[in-house]
């Protein structure tokens, strides 16, 4: 019984959750085979230029023919076409099929006769590989506004009730879709490549520049604009019918017959329509705070405006660097020539020259909002020069020099207390004869500071041992396998487990 196999595409592609489609495909092993890769491309090209003529099957006679005519291949054998046909039709890329005849001898009768026929799978290889010989390295695409016009008058066609397929609209929607975000995509890659980097500094892009900017403007202003109704259709569509129009859709059969007994699952065809119109929606809405592909489209195409602007301003300043002045200062120099008076000369060069000795002055910078001022509204800065010659020095007025030994003795006094009662407060919490901090929950923050001072300047000495400023002999253990936190006036400090020994003998804190 014939049945129709229903394929709802869109051009982009399905992510499939069978292990099965992810297999090896061994109808590319041609394209990167060990040996013989330049016969292999040789015969399944002119597979696919006579599929692309209509003509399926060729002989063996014909394939040999043509392999020999190709430069560099006039001794191609019989016994490697036989070998070449074996290995790619044990790959897949085409299927043989023996020629019945009428045998005349045995040899005839004993010695099988094929035509070959190119695989699907090949056809879309050798397909894409001249697309891409067609390419080149650059990448394509294009900024155009119609497109989005069409896809806007597709999405409302789509949306309509009139008399064509629903299917039919569906997928000329899609296509156009796919269409604008290939070409835009491709684009902005090509703006974006280094090739494109390096023609923008050559002066010859000054040449196009104006179209080349006239084209992107045209671009942001026309498709901003289709844009804007394409996002107000899809604000104002209702889910509901949206939902019945692809309940339509998944239940109605392909174009094309196909003799193969399938079963469609018309859930998965609509939940695949509804994954292709949310990816539809993303592309021209914002969502959730992220921009839409469309808002970055916008974005980046007014970036490459901007950089190319740049680099017009760049090249444009390097070019003016070349041009040559000569008729300018002889026609300055014909001012000079006809000016009698000396003074209107120094006054004319005061103005086409400027000052012949510039000085700048570090002075006082001006405050409050002058902005808008002129140079002789605001007030003068005085500054002193001092000569310039060697030896010079200002001059100094002897000054008395009075010794204030009291405050000395004070301020000696009151440090000398300071450091005794830090060491008090250290010596509390010595313990046998050591200061474990991971043992303690408070160190005062000048205890802390001085055995934080110990740290660093045992990390100088191999021994480890430190002098302190008490006058004692300090062996400092620091554990790094253990982290321990330390509590003081102004806070928490978590270091490594620091113990301090002290090898002055036992250190009785009622000794000082």
């Known amino acids: 019984?014939?049945?129709?196999?229903?394929?709802?595409?869109d051009g982009m592609g399905r992510i499939s959750k069978n292990l099965e489609d992810y297999r090896k495909i061994s109808e590319a092993s041609y394209l990167v085979a060990d040996q013989n890769v330049h016969r292999y491309r040789i015969i399944l090209r002119y597979f696919f230029v006579e599929h692309e003529r209509m003509r399926d099957y060729l002989y063996p006679n014909d394939?040999?023919?043509?392999?020999?005519?190709?430069?560099?291949?006039?001794?191609?054998?019989?016994?490697?076409?036989?070998?070449?046909?074996?290995?790619?039709?044990?790959?897949?890329?085409?299927?043989?099929?023996?020629?019945?005849?009428?045998?005349?001898t045995i040899m005839e009768f004993n010695k099988k006769s094929f035509r070959y026929q190119i695989a699907p799978y090949t056809v879309q290889i050798e397909r894409m590989l001249a697309g891409l010989e067609q390419s080149g390295d650059e990448f394509q695409g294009s900024l155009d506004k119609r497109p989005f016009e069409k896809l806007?008058?597709?999405?409302?066609?789509?949306?309509?009730?009139?008399?064509?397929?629903?299917?039919?609209?569906w997928q000329d929607m899609i296509d156009l879709f796919s269409t604008i975000r290939t070409n835009t995509a491709d684009y902005l890659a090509y703006v974006s490549s280094a090739n494109a980097e390096e023609n923008m500094q050559k002066d010859n892009f000054l040449v196009y520049k104006d179209r080349f900017v006239a084209y992107l403007r045209d671009f942001i202003v026309g498709s901003h604009q289709t844009a804007l109704k394409i996002q107000a259709i899809l604000l104002d569509l209702d889910r509901d019918e949206l939902d019945r129009m692809f309940d339509e859709i998944s239940q109605k059969p392909d174009f094309a017959p196909r003799f193969e007994e399938i079963v469609p699952n018309v859930e998965e065809k609509k939940e695949e329509l509804f994954e292709i119109w949310d990816s539809f929606v993303m592309w021209f809405l914002d969502r959730d705070g992220n921009l839409c592909e469309y808002s970055i489209l916008q974005a980046r195409t007014d970036d490459t405006i901007k950089k190319i602007t740049r680099n017009i301003k760049r090249l444009g300043e390097r070019h003016q660097q070349h041009i040559s002045r000569k008729r300018d200062y002889l026609h300055i120099a014909k001012w000079f020539a006809e000016e009698a008076?000396?003074?209107?000369?120094?006054?004319?060069?005061?103005?086409?020259?400027?000052?012949?000795?510039?000085?700048h002055y570090v002075v006082t910078p001006e405050t409050g909002s002058g902005a808008y001022r002129e140079i002789w509204e605001t007030e003068p800065d005085w500054k002193l020069l001092k000569p310039r010659v060697q030896g010079y020095r200002e001059r100094t007025k002897p000054t008395s020099f009075t010794l204030n030994t009291e405050e000395k003795e004070a301020a000696k006094e009151a440090y000398l207390q300071a450091l005794k009662n830090t060491e008090a407060k250290m010596l509390g919490y010595v313990r046998d004869g050591e200061?474990?901090?991971?043992?303690?929950?408070?160190?005062?923050?000048?205890?802390?500071?001085?055995?934080?001072?110990?740290?660093?300047?045992?990390?100088?000495?191999?021994?480890?041992?430190?002098?302190?400023?008490?006058?004692?002999?300090?062996?400092?253990?620091?554990?790094?396998?253990?982290?321990?936190?330390?509590?003081?006036?102004?806070g928490v400090m978590e270091i490594p487990k620091i113990t301090f020994t002290f090898e002055d003998g036992d250190i009785d804190v009622n000794e000082r």
Do not use: C
């Not at 043509?66 to 039709?89: F, I, N, P, T, W």
């Not at 901090?437 to 430190?466: C, I």
């Open 1 to 9: 019984m014939l049945k129709f196999k229903k394929t709802v595409g």
């Open 63 to 104: 394939i040999l023919w043509h392999v020999r005519s190709v430069e560099g291949m006039e001794e191609y054998k019989d016994a490697e076409l036989e070998q070449d046909l074996a290995a790619l039709v044990r790959w897949g890329n085409i299927t043989p099929r023996q020629e019945v005849r009428n045998p005349k």
């Open 152 to 169: 806007l008058l597709a999405l409302r066609a789509f949306l309509s009730q009139d008399d064509v397929p629903i299917l039919e609209k």
């Open 341 to 359: 008076d000396i003074e209107r000369a120094h006054e004319l060069s005061a103005i086409v020259f400027g000052l012949p000795e510039v000085r």
């Open 435 to 490: 200061i474990d901090l991971s043992v303690l929950t408070y160190v005062d923050t000048s205890v802390r500071k001085v055995l934080l001072g110990w740290v660093s300047q045992a990390m100088l000495e191999e021994s480890k041992v430190v002098l302190t400023e008490f006058g004692n002999r300090v062996r400092v253990r620091v554990d790094e396998s253990e982290r321990i936190k330390i509590e003081s006036d102004d």
